[in-house]
């Protein structure tokens, strides 16, 4: 989610992690610092915003020269992003400078346990827990006091350490978060991400989850959990830097898409321990509501759309959903019993600032689900619960999409437990049902590889329909809008009782249907909707669980995608329909990134 770099040589180090972060620009952030190691010990700057207010405070600083130092561009989690929480952090003696990417899930105790011996800290991140650690532990010997802090960190981590006695050495150690060791010619680099560091070498050791190395102008050295030196062979890069940035996909989309069962895993693992979900980040008395109330815009208006009915089916409160341009001058009947939940990938589309500005008005409490640490709508609701998706750069939304899918079921299933709606077969059961939904995702990402080739037949189709009941349906709005907002082709995503009550004149020879057949339950009904558009000629793909093999005989062609709980399905099905949107938006030659006419976000009405 952030940008690391790391640099040891004979030129000055300033310019050189200005320029790798630059290059980590694109990853999204909300603020960057540099660390130095100078005659005099450590040097720090750090800034909120771009990498250019670091470049212009550098500019004015005296005292940086060196040729050894860190960088970071950080996208908050914990602590809003301002100049303290920004990256490096430094320990209280001095010693230490670190800069981190990932989430370390018990800071917080250990944090405590550090403050009991008298460290101050300065910030409110995680990551200031690790080199507060690491000082406490330290004895002379750097990278076997790294080793001893790192055993103590629950959670995920690529970090990049400096200290102040052992000048021309930058320290690392990796644990589920990417952390790259690059190879040049009388100089060394860590970095999180290639595009930091190709315009130096393309020669490249990736670091492996537990390993901990030490860069120096003379060499690199690795090793193992155990503190065991090991002996890795360098890869040779081939990208050039542009596709470097997408991680050697062509779209940010595509890196996107795929990169969705990893943003389910990092927003769903923190909060479930022990077989039980833990929304620490919730204070909310379920009892007190009598409705609930959903709002948002475009995709987030669809998750909102699958949230209603995993939620009402739970918590048994009524739930509605509307769009926030439309609720927010509806004047609606709203009070203290009414939770608001308002949901928004960038935290900033003006429509649904207002619908939450409304909600707060007339005494509604308020829930966001967000994408960005310190976005307006978080700080302005109540109560905010973060997709930690990490930056999505595509202007159509994919894992900013499902994560707030897995949000909403989290907290359905937490509310409805805490209603004693739920016995604890059936929690249990769900629970077990929401931890397999990551490994799913990768599951429909494999059984989606043949997507590529029906889109080849369904690119030049003039107007398509996407059907389905209940949470199918909610799912067919978001493949509809998928297609229309990168491929530009018109569809329309319709319940599928419903077509028959009009709508169903507009099927002809050669119509293309989508029919989503994953809620189980309703299978026959939508079936029958099936036989119904192809007796008028339409082509249907259908979208379907591996386990159902009668959809063979009714449709022309199926997308599977593996079995789940019809409550959580909507995670799993739309990701084939992203796939379709993607290589049909491929084939029409259309600027998938950044589709004609849209914006990441709106923040203007
Ligand atoms: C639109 C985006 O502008 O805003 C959509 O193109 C998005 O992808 C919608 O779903 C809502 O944005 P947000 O950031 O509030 O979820």
């Not at 815009?297 to 439309?326: D, F, N, Q, T, W």
Request: hydrophobic share 40%; charged share 25%.
């Amino acid at each position: 989610m952030c940008g690391i770099i790391g640099y040891t040589g004979s030129d000055a180090a300033v310019p050189v992690l200005l320029d790798g972060l630059k290059h980590l620009e694109y990853r999204g952030y909300d603020s960057a610092g540099i660390a130095i190691q100078t005659d005099a010990g450590l040097t720090m700057i750090k800034t909120s915003g771009k990498v250019d207010n670091l470049a212009a405070k550098a500019a004015v600083t005296e005292g940086l020269e060196g040729v050894c130092g860190i960088g970071h561009t950080r996208w908050a989690t914990h602590g809003t992003p301002n100049d303290i929480n920004a990256h490096p952090h430094m320990s209280a003696d001095g010693r230490f400078a670190i800069v981190h990417n990932g989430i370390i899930e018990n800071y917080l105790e250990l944090k405590k346990d550090l403050e009991k011996k008298g460290i101050v800290f300065a910030s409110e991140t995680d990551t200031e827990v690790i080199v507060q650690l690491l000082a406490y532990y330290y004895d002379g010997d750097v990278r076997r006091s790294l080793m001893r802090t790192i055993r103590r960190l629950e959670g995920s981590y690529a970090i990049a350490v400096l200290c102040a006695e052992d000048p021309g050495t930058v320290y690392a150690a990796r644990m589920s978060s990417p952390l790259i060791v690059g190879l040049g010619s009388g100089e060394n680099f860590f970095a999180s991400d290639i595009t930091a560091l190709i315009q130096h070498t393309k020669d490249v050791i990736d670091l492996e989850d537990g390993e901990t190395a030490e860069i120096r102008v003379s060499g690199v050295r690795i090793f193992d959990r155990y503190g065991a030196e090991t002996k890795r062979e360098p890869r040779h890069i081939l990208w050039d830097i542009a596709a470097a940035e997408k991680g050697g996909y062509p779209h940010f989309m595509l890196k996107e898409i795929m990169e969705q069962p990893q943003a389910l895993q990092a927003t769903l693992e923190p909060r479930i321990k022990n077989g039980r979900i833990h929304l620490d980040e919730v204070e909310l008395d379920m009892a007190k509501f009598n409705r609930i109330l959903i709002t948002a815009c475009g995709s987030a208006y669809h998750a909102g759309c699958v949230g209603r009915l995993v939620i009402e089916s739970l918590c048994r409160i009524p739930v509605e959903v509307e769009v926030a341009s439309e609720f927010r001058y509806r004047n609606a009947v709203i009070d203290e019993k009414t939770l608001v939940i308002v949901i928004s990938q960038s935290g900033e589309t003006a429509d649904t600032i207002a619908a939450l500005k409304e909600g707060k008005e007339k005494g509604a409490s308020t829930l966001a689900i967000c994408n960005v640490v310190g976005s307006s709508i978080a700080k302005l609701a109540d109560q905010v619960i973060y997709t930690w998706a990490g930056p999505e750069i595509a202007v159509a939304t994919t894992k900013g999409y499902v994560t707030q899918l897995i949000v909403l079921d989290l907290f359905a299933v937490w509310a409805a437990e805490k209603l004693g709606r739920l016995d604890e077969k059936t929690y249990g059961k769900l629970v077990k049902e929401i931890r397999a939904l990551p490994s799913k995702a990768q599951r429909a990402l494999d059984l989606s590889s043949g997507v590529g080739r029906l889109a080849k037949s369904y690119h030049e189709k003039s107007s398509l329909f996407f059907i389905g009941r209940n949470l199918d349906y909610a799912v067919a709005m978001e493949g509809s809008l998928k297609l229309k907002e990168i491929s530009y082709l018109h569809s329309e995503a319709y319940a599928a009782g419903e077509l028959k009550h009009g709508t169903i004149a507009l099927i002809e020879p050669g119509r293309l249907v989508v029919a989503l057949c994953c809620c189980e339950r309703l299978y026959e009904k939508t079936a029958s909707n099936i036989e119904q558009v192809k007796a008028r000629g339409a082509d249907v793909l259908a979208v379907a669980p591996e386990s159902n093999r009668k959809i063979y005989g009714e449709a022309d062609h199926v997308l599977q995608v593996p079995d789940t709980a019809d409550l959580f399905e909507p995670v799993i099905e739309i990701i084939p329909l992203q796939l379709l949107a993607y290589y049909v938006a491929l084939e029409n030659g259309c600027d998938i990134d950044k589709p004609k006419n849209l914006a990441k976000s709106v923040t203007v009405e």
